[in-house]
């Protein structure tokens, strides 16, 4: 069996070898930065020493992971992770569905591709601008929004300081930033959708409505549930990046997330080991959730990613 597969490989690669040779970058990029890496796991189960090395470093076993497991910060910082992706799954995955089909019943093509234009640009901002520009917005020094509250008669609030609406700043800053950019995948899953489909319900007697409900979002279930498996995978990376340049220590209690957390034990304490055991522990849940939301698929929706 090995000897055909090996047999059927060499005749593709002669027929298409101008394709596999294009393939090279992109195998040689997978190697280097995704795969070598990976010898560094073991750094999760040894008590590393950056002068000694990763060789001269002595073994402890699942020290570093009974450390992590019995660790209370662990555990608060385990649970905000999945609050906060729990909210941007709630709260912003179907919006980018939603934006997706209201922009494509827009027929005014310089109005619609005007609107694209606006909801994609926040995508190209870092999240340093984007934290300072919400920063300036909800400052209580001079912040429009909360002018807009003191107007109406209320209080100032401190969002940035505040633990219970800072996970909301998080929530809105992120759709903000990303839901316009999520819609171009689910538009270029309408366009693919046959033309003729919404003739025959047109000549049919439905409406728009009946068309996106009976034609739109069923050409678009597939692609909702590869993005949500995809979803799954990363439910405890929530927005690492964000919270960083978001959150401060008034707020930890709330907005420390796995990343985070990570970032401070393991740059800011110098404690490699038991960082890596954390972003380990982190990719396996992400793989198993993967591999449940996959399997959950194929078994009651006959879809999924393979």
Same mark, same amino acid.
């Not at 995948?185 to 009946?210: C, H, M, T, V």
């Not at 990046?241 to 401060?248: A, R, S, T």
């Given at each position: 069996?090995?000897?055909?597969?090996?047999?059927? #490989?060499?005749?593709?690669?002669?027929?298409? %070898?101008?394709? @596999?040779?294009?393939?090279?970058?992109?195998?040689?990029?997978?190697?280097?930065?995704?795969?070598?890496?990976?010898?560094?796991?073991?750094?999760?189960?040894?008590?590393?020493?950056?002068?000694?090395? #990763?060789?001269?470093?002595?073994?402890?076993?699942?020290?570093? +992971?009974?450390?992590?497991?019995?660790?209370?910060?662990?555990?608060?910082?385990?649970?905000?992770?999945?609050?906060?992706?729990?909210?941007?799954?709630?709260?912003?995955?179907?919006?980018?569905?939603? #934006?997706?089909?209201?922009?494509?019943?827009?027929?005014?093509?310089?109005?619609?591709?005007?609107?694209?234009?606006?909801? @994609?640009?926040?995508?190209?901002?870092?999240?340093?601008?984007?934290?300072?520009?919400?920063?300036?917005?909800?400052?209580?020094?001079?912040?429009?929004?909360?002018?807009?509250?003191?107007?109406?008669?209320?209080?100032?609030?401190?969002? +940035?300081?505040?633990?219970?609406?800072?996970?909301?700043?998080?929530?809105?800053?992120?759709? %903000?930033?990303?839901?316009? %950019?999520?819609?171009?995948?689910?538009?270029?899953?309408?366009?693919?959708?046959?033309?003729?489909?919404?003739?025959?319900?047109?000549?049919?007697?439905?409406?728009?409505?009946?068309?996106?409900?009976?034609?739109?979002?069923?050409?678009?279930?597939?692609?909702?549930?590869?993005?949500?498996?995809?979803?799954?995978?990363?439910?405890?990376?929530?927005?690492?990046?964000?919270?960083?340049?978001?959150?401060?220590?008034?707020?930890?209690?709330?907005?420390?997330?796995?990343?985070? @957390?990570? @970032?401070?034990?393991?740059?800011?304490?110098?404690?490699?080991?038991?960082?890596?055991?954390?972003?380990? +522990?982190?990719?396996?849940?992400?793989?198993?959730?993967?591999?449940?939301?996959?399997?959950?698929?194929?078994?009651?929706?006959?879809?999924?990613?393979?």
């Amino acid at each position: 069996m090995i000897s055909t597969y090996a047999k059927r #490989l060499g005749l593709d690669v002669r027929r298409d %070898w101008d394709l @596999y040779l294009m393939l090279i970058p992109g195998i040689l990029f997978l190697l280097l930065f995704k795969y070598t890496p990976m010898y560094g796991i073991v750094i999760a189960f040894k008590d590393f020493n950056i002068f000694d090395g #990763l060789k001269a470093s002595p073994w402890v076993g699942w020290m570093n +992971f009974e450390r992590l497991f019995s660790s209370p910060d662990f555990a608060v910082v385990f649970r905000n992770t999945l609050i906060i992706s729990f909210y941007k799954i709630v709260f912003l995955f179907p919006l980018p569905v939603v #934006l997706a089909i209201l922009m494509n019943e827009i027929k005014n093509m310089l109005f619609k591709r005007s609107i694209q234009t606006v909801v @994609y640009l926040p995508h190209f901002l870092s999240w340093v601008i984007v934290s300072g520009l919400f920063i300036d917005l909800l400052s209580t020094d001079g912040g429009i929004v909360n002018r807009i509250i003191v107007s109406l008669g209320g209080e100032p609030i401190r969002f +940035f300081m505040d633990t219970d609406v800072f996970r909301s700043v998080l929530v809105t800053s992120a759709g %903000w930033k990303e839901v316009g %950019w999520s819609t171009i995948i689910y538009l270029a899953s309408i366009a693919s959708i046959d033309p003729q489909l919404y003739e025959a319900a047109k000549i049919d007697g439905a409406g728009r409505f009946r068309q996106i409900m009976h034609i739109t979002l069923p050409g678009l279930i597939p692609v909702i549930i590869l993005m949500f498996i995809l979803r799954l995978g990363h439910i405890l990376e929530a927005g690492t990046e964000q919270i960083l340049v978001m959150y401060n220590s008034l707020v930890y209690s709330v907005a420390d997330v796995i990343g985070t @957390y990570v @970032y401070r034990i393991g740059l800011g304490q110098q404690d490699y080991s038991f960082s890596t055991a954390v972003g380990l +522990f982190d990719s396996v849940v992400g793989l198993i959730l993967i591999l449940t939301g996959n399997y959950l698929s194929r078994k009651f929706l006959q879809r999924g990613l393979w």
